[in-house]
């Protein structure tokens, strides 16, 4: 079955602490994995793909093929982090699987 | 430009009423997308355009009516609309075709049924 599972939906940490928002996919093929960020009013826009494998505001994901996962981490978190955070993965040309998403709260 | 442009941004209809919401992008993406988003829920695909042809409805009712003008239009045509249809309506396009390229979205339309 292919499925994207997003386990927290709520995670709060404190501002400088690491962040890590868990993705887990079930996928018969060769995946493609994203993550979208939304925050508060603002529209859902792309913050990574692990194709480019770049940092973006300072987050990062590895694919882990063997563990099927593509978890985002931030080694210090900012209070303009706080956002829903959806991991998607790309099943055909148009169509996303959406995990469930994350809130994130950074507390001061 | 590369923004995807949604209109209007808010829209009050009774159940009876006939409304259109519109989608914009001027970046040659040749894919177009409708979703629709419950509050604090991933988005749910409703139509897929490539090319100016409908390529996807994921079951929808027919009380939604996509049409796709041009390459760089998107219309979401609403009739007889029921309460539980109240969501955010979210566009996106991308490059279409066999591009590994991502989907960007709109603002969205805020949609309440009276």
């Known amino acids: 079955a292919q499925r994207v599972t997003q386990p927290e939906k709520l995670l709060s940490v404190f501002k400088g602490a690491p962040v890590e928002l868990k993705c887990n996919y079930s996928?018969?093929?060769?995946?493609?994995l994203f993550w979208y960020v939304q925050y508060s009013r603002q529209r859902l826009q792309l913050l990574l793909r692990?194709?480019?494998?770049?940092s973006i505001k300072g987050f990062t994901a590895d694919l882990n093929k063997g563990e099927t996962s593509f978890h985002l981490k931030k080694p210090f978190a900012q209070e303009e982090d706080s956002a829903m955070y959806y991991c998607?993965?790309?099943?055909?040309?148009?169509?996303?699987?959406w995990g469930a998403g994350t809130k994130l709260i950074i507390k001061p | 430009d590369t923004e995807v442009t949604q209109t209007p941004k808010h829209l009050v209809m009774g159940m009876t009423n006939k409304k259109s919401l519109k989608c914009e992008q001027h970046?040659?993406?040749?894919?177009m997308y409708w979703y629709k988003q419950k509050a604090k829920k991933p988005p749910e695909l409703m139509f897929v355009?490539?090319?100016?042809?409908?390529?996807i409805n994921e079951s929808v009712p027919s009380r939604f009516s996509p049409e796709c003008p041009n390459s760089s239009l998107l219309n979401l045509h609403l009739h007889a609309l029921q309460p539980e249809d109240s969501a955010l309506y979210l566009c996106?396009?991308?490059?279409?075709?066999?591009?590994?390229?991502?989907?960007?979205f709109g603002d969205g339309t805020r949609l309440s049924i009276l």
């Open positions: 996106a396009s991308s490059q279409g075709g066999n591009s590994n390229q991502p989907q960007h």
């Open positions: 970046m040659g993406h040749r894919a």
């Open positions: 355009y490539s090319y100016e042809k409908l390529s």
């Open positions: 996928y018969s093929g060769s995946p493609e």
């Open positions: 692990h194709i480019s494998r770049e």
């Open positions: 998607a993965l790309r099943i055909s040309n148009y169509q996303l699987i």
